[in-house]
């Protein structure tokens, strides 16, 4: 790869894979951002039928514009020197724009979405320019002016959506964002530049397991923070102070599944794969889902304590069961990303939680989260029975084997 005054900010081979203060530090701004989140999909606790789905289809458009923010953050510091001033910079800005969406986004599908929206673009649009500037002559800065030309092609849809009628907005919204996240997917590829396949890039690899798995961890502090601030909110009672008691013991079990072998060795995945960013694309589709999965479940924690033996409602039965569904689903994949299978225990769990939704359906959501703890706790007692007594296995991922000079020149 050429030299030039640009190479100074790449990150070196011998950098540390610790994710920096100051990154954690950035994490802040997404604790607040991952609350409201929760609040919005607590507020479709009445809601029925289509007002659901669309309901949830919203908070998940917001979500999901969150993600690929801090996502793409993560990338940048996997990527490139964290300790250097240009990127600190890039990254307190990223933090701003992402506090500014987080406070916005109770109503940022309403009357602040002009707000998020500009948030929004102000990251996906200025930052590459700035680390393009920043690389100067180096081969590399045509990475991030491919993603500034995408963010151009993309922002009419966001804008419009944020200054035209309310009704419109969702589907260019979401005509947006399936634009960006397409562009990721493919590269961002421009005519004569072709594409920059994300899965060929050079990055820190334990340095983004890092990042993924606290990202986990933020999100299980928020179930925490709902679990507590719902049970001191309400009226104390033995059925309410149960419910507390089953929903942190099924925040515990989460963090249990997640970190046995597969969670734990995640770090070592990324750090002996031949194309670290294969396998880092992959970890990031997969800790999407389980974020998103520990939030769902979150809302239900919060529906169960405030009314533990209430009549029955499709969302109690979305948020209680179905965080829990997807966490498995994901969970699943991410043994399929590190050892290549799936787990006997996960696919038990995952069938029983299916099979008990019908019966759950008549059931006060104080029986359904009983339900889901014990069918988690099923699954962590299969898991430790089944090591029990071995060693720690070692990694085998099938993703990102190749060796690691089939990369392209701007990698």
Same mark, same amino acid.
């Given at each position: ?99 500014? &969406? ?7 599908? !309403? #009357? =602040? $979405?002009?707000? *998020?929206? /500009? @948030? ?108 507590? &601030? ?7 009672? !033995? #059925? =309410? $102070?149960?419910? *507390?008691? /089953? @929903? ?164």
């Amino acid at each position: 790869m050429a030299a030039g005054p640009g190479a100074a900010l790449l990150r070196p081979p011998t950098s540390s894979g610790r994710a920096t203060f100051l990154e954690l530090f950035f994490d802040l701004a997404f604790v607040v951002a991952l609350t409201r989140v929760s609040q919005r999909f607590a507020e479709l606790n009445d809601d029925t039928g289509w007002a659901l789905v669309e309901g949830f289809g919203r908070t998940l458009l917001l979500f999901l514009a969150l993600w690929l923010i801090w996502s793409h953050t993560t990338w940048i510091t996997s990527r490139y020197e964290p300790e250097r001033s240009i990127i600190q910079a890039v990254v307190v800005g990223t933090m701003f724009a992402g506090l500014v &969406m987080a406070v916005t986004l109770p109503r940022g599908m !309403e #009357e =602040r $979405a002009l707000p *998020f929206a /500009v @948030a929004y673009l102000m990251v996906m649009l200025v930052r590459p320019l700035v680390v393009a500037a920043a690389l100067r002559g180096h081969p590399r800065r045509l990475v991030p002016f491919r993603l500034a030309a995408w963010a151009a092609a993309s922002a009419p849809l966001w804008l419009a959506g944020a200054l035209g009628p309310d009704r419109l907005r969702l589907p260019l919204w979401a005509a947006a964002l399936a634009v960006d996240y397409l562009a990721w997917a493919l590269g961002w590829p421009l005519p004569w530049l072709g594409a920059s396949a994300v899965g060929r890039w050079r990055i820190a690899g334990p340095h983004l397991a890092d990042r993924h798995q606290q990202m986990f961890l933020i999100a299980l502090g928020e179930s925490i923070l709902v679990i507590g &601030m719902v049970f001191s909110g309400t009226d104390y009672s !033995e #059925e =309410r $102070a149960a419910a *507390f008691g /089953v @929903a942190f013991a099924t925040s515990a079990l989460l963090w249990r599944i997640y970190f046995h072998r597969a969670g734990l060795l995640l770090t070592e995945a990324l750090g002996r794969a031949g194309m670290p960013g294969r396998l880092g694309t992959a970890s990031e589709r997969t800790h999407l889902l389980i974020v998103l999965s520990v939030l769902v479940t979150a809302v239900g924690y919060e529906l169960v304590i405030d009314e533990p033996f209430g009549p029955p409602r499709p969302s109690w039965l979305l948020f209680v069961v179905g965080g829990p569904v997807l966490f498995l689903v994901a969970r699943m994949r991410l043994e399929y990303e590190i050892f290549g299978r799936a787990s006997r225990s996960l696919v038990i769990g995952l069938v029983a939680l299916l099979l008990f939704t019908l019966a759950l359906t008549r059931w006060a959501p104080m029986v359904g989260l009983s339900v889901v703890a014990g069918v988690l706790a099923l699954v962590a007692l299969l898991d430790a029975l089944r090591n029990r007594g071995r060693p720690l296995e070692v990694s085998t991922s099938p993703i990102g084997r190749e060796a690691s000079g089939d990369r392209d020149s701007e990698a």
